[in-house]
């Protein structure tokens, strides 16, 4: 049994968001490739693409959250820099062939929702992980003078 424990410390939680936007990009990468490069999708190359992913991310996610999880564990596995680059170049490559369809203005309700949710995300996270300990800070000092 595995436990994520998402919010367990402010450096773990954005580290899960991290990991999370990178397989965002991971899958919109899938997309774009088949848009750009003309590729249908029953071609050899989509499916070993992402059977590739499969592979060496699950290697990847494992280093990863064996440098969360282990204190002696000080720097990221060599698979997780790999996919890291990999997906990097991807969106390198998706700027560079294809500007125009990255750039063109987004829909007002997409810019709405989107907006929306990285409010929510950053309100949340400061109470998470800043307003509800001082919160808790100081209803315990309250209790501890109350004892005195």
Not at 70 to 92: D, P
Not at 99 to 106: D, F, G, M, R, S
Not at 119 to 137: D, G, H, M, S
Request: aromatic residues 18%.
């Amino acid at each position: 049994e595995f436990d994520w424990y998402p919010t367990a410390s402010f450096k773990r939680w954005l580290a899960l968001l991290l990991i999370t936007c990178f397989l965002f990009l991971v899958e919109l990468g899938t997309f774009y490739f088949k848009f750009i490069l003309w590729i249908p999708p029953s071609h050899c190359l989509c499916l070993s693409r992402l059977l590739f992913f499969l592979l060496v991310g699950g290697v990847s996610m494992r280093e990863m959250f064996e440098c969360l999880d282990n204190r002696a564990c000080k720097r990221f596995g060599r698979q997780s820099w790999v996919i890291t680059v990999i997906i990097i170049t991807e969106v390198l490559i998706v700027l560079k062939f294809d500007w125009q369809t990255v750039t063109k203005p987004l829909q007002f309700h997409i810019v709405l929702v989107w907006t929306t949710i990285a409010i929510a995300l950053v309100l949340w996270t400061t109470y998470q992980f800043w307003f509800k300990r001082f919160i808790l800070w100081g209803q315990r000092k309250t209790i501890q003078d109350t004892k005195k």
